[in-house]
């Protein structure tokens, strides 16, 4: 991240993600987990983070 931020396991952010095709993105709150391999955010597994819009508040 920018700014020299960097997110660790357990991290608390707002991620900017993007619904269906035509949808408005929004921002969720959720936190950055680790799974031994990769980091991941909570609740969204399936959504990679390279190249992620977040920010932390």
Do not use: F, H, N
Request: charged content about 30%; some cysteine; proline content about 4%.
């Amino acid at each position: 991240m920018g700014k020299g931020y960097c997110c660790r396991s357990g991290s608390l952010i707002e991620a900017l993600l993007q619904g269906d095709p035509g949808e408005a993105a929004c921002r969720v709150q959720t936190k950055v987990e680790y799974d031994r391999e990769d980091y991941y955010l909570m609740g969204y597994e399936d959504i990679p983070m390279e190249g992620l819009s977040v920010r932390v508040r």
